[in-house]
């Protein structure tokens, strides 16, 4: 009888008993659980789609935070802590810096056999939590921030002596606090209390640890993470799979635009001051809104959101079967070469970098990726302050503009890119073909940074006072800034006190002080202001002569601005998923993985991480106004010069697409086919026509959309 079974023919019991320990333990490994506890009423969520669901949930919150918040509340941190555009710039590059360093040994040992990705990505989301801890942390580790209290900014000229007397007592801090002292009742009062430090331009280093948290936790998601979603779904299966994942992602970003700008109407310090005291409203340059929240709950969220990550196993059930099923369609594009050499050691490294580098179109459409993704990253750190500064919006509305630009295009550009590649069953060389075109295309849509809005009147900064001679227009320069006249000359201004406010002339002013104005009068979200010396009242019927809100602008571009815009994000998404699939098709199948990982490491070193700071150095070129502090640094930019920016805006675009289109017509040049095909099926008849494009490995090619946006 024994004999008879096949399976067991010529083993000794003991041989079939070691056999199902060792099946047991490989059953046990593809568990859910943690540990040892593994319990049976859990085992339902051990499978693709419920990795899938907590993968999409990780990526949505890496979105969420790194494309979302920190984007949002940028010019925010700038005026509260007194940064420089630079200062910000080299923050948003931290999140690339920490993503390239962590790239190699993350890929190289969670690649490995054996190595548990979902512990390596739940570690990682683990340090996405701690860096929005840490980005939130300048808020509890500094003073309450309170703009200006009533008596403190109006012109005193012409008052009583015995009735008050104004004397700085103390100057703190980047804002200089005034101590005001009413010898009457010979108290003190604050004009401008934001915290204790002597400087808070410290707080650019937090900011920046934070991001190397981010970029650091952020890394396993988009690597480990794809290939453990692809390595247990089907061939068929796979692309669905991802496009659930990578829309998940896109949507992360448009929650976090919409959410932070919502957050950004709540007061800054709503728990420690009662703002109805302050008379503002979130349309006030000096409004501080409420940055910190999202990043505080996204933490939390991320904490939580850890734990069912760190239950799944290796590999999940099935899985074998799967990877045996999964047909290698690699080609070899050397004729003299039937199989390429493989690179399995880590010594072997540097012949495999080598190997890659002598790929003509390979290095091209890297090059190709870091000038697009230099535009990207660009973009999505300034365009908020591009678009809130031309147009004279609030944060809140630029936020919202930036998602309703960014989210649609980033997302249907990159859905319509993979569909292209598949409806046309394009080939290597058509691939490169077409991001050529929509790289051209979106070059003509960088002319939309042309539309600039003039500045708004700002006496003293932009214009000449109304009521002296002393200066006109033709005398103001970037280097002159002239906010004292005739009108204001006996009111003892400070500069150190910036709180704008907008006369009936449509003219913008340094604070109450410098238009003149004597009488202050708080209501219950803002303030007016009456007697203004420096103000020609057009509608002296409405009782008051000035507000502390922002004057309207009479530019009629922001709608065109939007559509264009639109059309540049949608042209430049369109062309991420090709590049990238055609990237992946021009290296052999074993070197693909480090074909990406090698494109990584090039885009942010060439692109994402440089481009921040470009940015930012060049927009703080444009500033006519700068925050004046107690140790004679300049500390935030107040007003920009809105033709200058727009313009140093273009030029980078321009630059950036230029670039683009020469590389990737270089990648299409020098693309050589593969000289051994694949056997034609009936619809396939160009002998370039070596990889099919619905190939399991081309499904990464969505890899860099999320990572370029950072």
């Given amino acids: 009888m024994d004999n008879n079974n096949g399976t067991n023919q010529g083993q000794t019991p003991s041989t079939i008993d070691q056999r199902s320990a060792s099946t047991d333990t490989f059953m046990g490994s593809q568990s859910y659980g943690w540990y040892r506890y593994k319990p049976k009423c859990l085992q339902r969520f051990c499978t693709a789609k419920w990795a899938l669901f907590w993968l999409c949930w990780g990526g949505a919150m890496q979105g969420l935070i790194v494309n979302g918040f920190i984007n949002v509340v940028i010019t925010t941190i700038e005026r509260r802590f007194g940064l420089r555009s630079r200062q910000t710039g080299l923050v948003a590059s931290g999140y690339d810096i920490a993503s390239f360093l962590c790239l190699v040994p993350v890929t190289y040992f969670g690649g ?26 300048p808020h509890f580790l500094v003073g309450p921030y309170r703009a200006t209290t009533p008596t403190t ?4 000229a012409g008052m009583d002596d015995s009735n008050i007397t104004l004397q700085v007592r103390s100057i703190r801090n980047f804002t200089c606090d005034i101590v005001i002292t009413d ?20 707080t650019v280093w937090l900011f920046f640890a934070a991001q190397l948290l981010h970029g650091a936790g952020a890394s396993p998601l988009f690597t480990l993470g794809v290939t453990y979603i692809d390595e247990n779904v089907s061939k068929k299966m796979s692309s669905v799979y991802l496009g659930t994942y990578y829309t998940m992602t896109m949507l992360g970003p448009a929650v976090g635009y919409v959410l932070g700008g919502q957050l950004l109407l709540i007061y800054t310090d709503f728990l420690q001051i009662d703002v109805s005291e302050l008379s503002l409203t979130s349309a006030s340059k000096v409004w501080i809104g409420a940055w910190w929240i999202g990043f505080v709950f996204a933490a939390i969220a991320c904490f939580i959101l850890a734990i069912p990550i760190f239950g799944y196993p290796t590999s999940l059930p099935g899985s074998e079967k799967l990877q045996q099923e999964k047909i290698s369609e690699a080609y070899n594009a050397n004729k003299n070469v039937d199989q390429p050499t493989a690179f399995t050691k880590f010594k072997e490294l540097p012949m495999a970098l080598t190997s890659l580098l002598k ?13 697009e993704g230099m535009i990207i990253a660009g973009f999505a750190a300034f365009l908020p302050k591009q678009i809130e500064n031309q147009f004279s919006i609030s944060p809140v509305w630029s936020a919202l503009l930036m998602g309703l630009i960014t989210v649609p295009a980033g997302g249907g550009g990159t859905f319509l890119g993979g569909y292209l590649v598949k409806k046309f069953n394009l080939n290597c060389a058509g691939i490169i073909r077409l991001c050529l075109v929509v790289t051209i295309i979106a070059t003509v849509f960088t002319s939309c940074f042309l539309l600039s809005c003039p500045n708004l009147k700002f006496a003293g900064v932009t214009t000449g006072y ?11 320069t970037k280097f002159t800034i002239e906010l004292e006249a005739d009108c204001n000359a006996n009111c003892s201004c400070s500069k150190y006190m910036y709180d704008p ?13 410098y238009a003149g104005c004597s009488i202050e009068i708080a209501h219950n979200e803002s303030k007016s202001y009456r007697d203004c010396g420096c103000i020609k009242s057009t509608t002296p019927e409405f009782g008051f002569e000035a507000t502390n809100t922002m004057c309207s602008s009479s530019c009629q571009y922001l709608p065109y601005f939007v559509a264009l815009c639109f059309i540049l994000m949608l042209f430049t998404f369109l062309a991420t998923m090709p590049a ?14 480090f074909a990406l990982g090698i494109q990584w490491i090039k885009v942010r070193l060439l692109g994402t991480i440089p481009a921040p700071m470009i940015f930012g150095t060049l927009i703080d070129e444009t500033c006519i106004l700068w925050q004046e502090t107690c140790d004679e640094q300049a500390g935030a930019c107040l007003v920009y010069e809105n033709s200058q920016m727009s313009r140093y805006m273009w030029m980078l675009a321009l630059t950036g697409k230029l670039c683009s289109v020469v590389f990737f017509f270089a990648a299409w040049w020098f693309y050589i086919p593969p000289k051994q095909v694949l056997p034609p099926t009936d619809d396939s008849t160009n002998p370039k026509d070596d990889i099919n494009s619905t190939s399991p490995i081309s499904t990464v090619e969505s890899v860099m959309v999320v990572t370029s946006t950072s």
């Fill in 466 to 476: 109304r009521k002296t001679s002393i200066l006109n227009e033709s005398q103001l």
């Fill in 112 to 137: 490995r056999l054996g190595a548990s990705k979902p512990r390596i990505i739940a570690w990682g989301i683990i340090l996405l939590g701690m860096g929005s801890l840490t980005f939130a942390l």
């Fill in 183 to 202: 010898i009457t009742s010979n108290r003190d009062y604050i004009a401008d209390e934001t915290d204790g430090g002597d400087n808070l331009s410290w």
């Fill in 153 to 156: 900014g109006t012109c005193n």
């Fill in 501 to 513: 406010i907008c006369g009936q002339d449509n003219v913008m002013y340094y604070n109450p002080c």
């Fill in 580 to 593: 990238l699939s055609a990237t992946l098709r021009c290296v052999y199948d074993d070197q693909r993985s």
């Fill in 359 to 371: 790929n003509p179109t390979f290095v091209f459409l890297n090059l190709a990726g870091a000038s």
